[in-house]
T-cell receptor
Framework: DSGVTQTPKHLITATGQRVTLRCSPR?????VYWYQQSLDQGLQFLIQ???????AKGNILERFSAQQFPDLHSELNLSSLELGDSALYFC????????????FGEGSRLTVL | AQSVTQLDSQVPVFEEAPVELRCNYS??????LFWYVQYPNQGLQLLLK??????LVKGINGFEAEFNKSQTSFHLRKPSVHISDTAEYFC??????????FGTGTRLTIIP
């Protein structure tokens, strides 16, 4: 158990819809990362937050947005969903004290029909 | 351009045989190197990392990796694999920024 909790574990929705994925980082971790894992693209970095502020941005679509709340949990919002958005979305957290030692949740599997 | 390459998408290996999973990167700056493992239906877990110092790094579950700066490689090795090593292995690189860039992964299949 990494200590990172993601909900929901599975989500099935239709094209055009909007969903919210939630992540609770490990206790004490200030930094949260979101990654998308798909068969054709592999693991793609989406966005990072540190203590409530956006720190780095990767290949995140404009239809996607994220935020980190004062209690440090984070949400990834995906809107106007397309079939190609079907993927496993991972959240990872770190204290920042050790470079690269990210602790991953078990992921949220999104299926868009 | 900065990139991470895992040329082998799948590697089948007989049980108790040695294995090497290859990882190469492209960068003109100093890097930090990692291997992560993903077991079926689970998140990624850190196997080992190279930040500085000795180029031979030992990790969990008997894995080790060697950093070769001249060849820009960080290959993962294990002298004798077990069925429980069946998983997907990801090489990851920190190019001196805030994020990890992952390779496309290598699926290791252990043949009994």
């Amino acid at each position: 158990d990494s200590g990172v909790t993601q909900t929901p574990k599975h989500l099935i929705t239709a094209t055009g819809q909007r969903v919210t994925l939630r992540c609770s980082p490990r206790s004490g971790d200030l930094s949260v990362y979101w990654y998308q894992q798909s068969l054709d693209q592999g693991l793609q970095f989406l966005i990072q937050y540190y203590n409530g502020e956006e720190r780095a941005k990767g290949n995140i679509l404009e239809r996607f947005s994220a935020q980190q709340f004062p209690d440090l949990h984070s949400e990834l919002n995906l809107s106007s969903l397309e079939l190609g958005d079907s993927a496993l979305y991972f959240c990872a957290s770190t204290s920042g004290a050790s470079i690269g030692e990210l602790f991953f949740g078990e992921g949220s599997r999104l299926t868009v029909l | 351009a900065q990139s991470v390459t895992q040329l082998d998408s799948q590697v089948p290996v007989f049980e108790e045989a040695p294995v090497e999973l290859r990882c190469n990167y492209s960068s003109s700056v100093s890097v930090y190197l990692f291997w992560y493992v993903q077991y079926p239906n689970q998140g990624l877990q850190l196997l080992l990392k190279y930040l500085s110092g000795s180029t031979l790094v030992k990790g969990i579950n008997g894995f080790e990796a060697e950093f070769n700066k001249s060849q820009t490689s960080f290959h993962l090795r294990k002298p004798s694999v077990h069925i429980s090593d069946t998983a997907e292995y990801f090489c990851a690189v920190n190019f001196g920024n805030e994020k990890l860039t992952f390779g496309t992964g290598t699926r290791l299949t252990i043949i009994p």
